[in-house]
């Protein structure tokens, strides 16, 4: 475990960025870390662990090359598909990294917050995500999203119900809905679109994550595993990022 002061340390921007074009929101699939285990003959929970690690590095860094916001995919709907005491191993982990973290995260100034159905998950986890979003709530740093229990369609569709209810109270006219009233229903309501999606491990799917957000990100995928992602990693993504042109449609 990285201690206070060493996760305090502050870390420059590396020379070869342009510090005038680091994105304000990058978005993270966090994948790989069953992969990284077995190459090393050691048991998938372990690789989670590890991961852990390469997440806390990786927020540290943004927050100090003054990135906005990051946003990372934790653990999809899908995910609960996995073997019960993976599912149970993770489920344990978040909340002990929580535990342990929030000090730090709160010196650090970033504000928590955690996106997807969180009415699954066990109660303890539950009650420690609400104390850190709700004591983290007027820190004025970098805003950290961890999708937990997120779907992209789920999202959508969760929308889709709001506004709905909204209508039928009478309080939305249908034909008022725009993307400006869909976007603020989302989890991200509060978030300008990411500019910059980083996926390890190699797969080139979005895996159901952030799909409205996602419309004009830039895709860096690299074959890097989750555990072994780092300063270097991230500068490599930041670099490929500032190469491309933008053109939203234009031309
Ligand atoms: C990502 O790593 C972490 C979660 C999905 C929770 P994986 O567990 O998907 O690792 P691989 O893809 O099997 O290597
Ligand atoms: C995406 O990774 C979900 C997270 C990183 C939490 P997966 O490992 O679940 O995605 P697939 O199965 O490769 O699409
Ligand atoms: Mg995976």
Redesign the pocket.
């Known amino acids: 475990m990285i201690s206070t002061d060493k996760a305090r340390e502050f870390c420059p921007i590396p020379k070869e960025l342009d510090h005038k074009r680091m994105p304000d929101h990058i978005a993270v699939?966090?994948?790989?870390n069953?992969r990284w285990a077995k190459a090393k003959g050691l048991p998938r929970t372990i690789g989670h662990t590890a991961g852990v690690e390469s997440l806390k590095t990786t927020l540290h860094l943004c927050s100090n090359w003054g990135i906005g916001a990051l946003t990372?995919?934790?653990?999809?709907t899908?995910?609960w598909s996995r073997p019960c005491e993976e599912v149970n191993f993770l489920m344990t982990l978040f909340e002990s990294v929580l535990q342990r973290e929030l000090t730090n995260l709160k010196l650090e100034e970033v504000k928590i917050n955690f996106l997807g159905d969180l009415d699954p998950l066990p109660t303890a986890l539950k009650e420690l995500i609400i104390e850190s979003i709700e004591s983290t709530a007027s820190n004025k740093g970098i805003h950290f999203n961890v999708?937990t229990n997120?779907g992209g369609r789920r999202e959508l569709v969760r929308v889709a119900q709001k506004l709905a209810e909204r209508s039928v109270r009478g309080e939305l006219d249908p034909l008022l809905i725009d993307e400006n009233v869909f976007a603020s229903e989302l989890f991200t309501a509060s978030e300008v679109d990411p500019d910059l999606l980083i996926r390890t491990?190699g797969?080139k799917?979005i895996?159901?994550?952030l799909l409205w957000q996602l419309a004009y990100a830039e895709i860096h995928v690299t074959d890097v595993l989750?555990p072994d992602f780092d300063a270097v990693a991230l500068t490599q993504a930041l670099l490929d990022y500032q190469s491309r042109r933008r053109r939203f449609g234009g031309v």
């Open positions: 699939i966090m994948d790989g069953g990372v995919y934790a653990f999809s899908e995910n999708c997120y491990s797969e799917r895996s159901n994550f989750w």
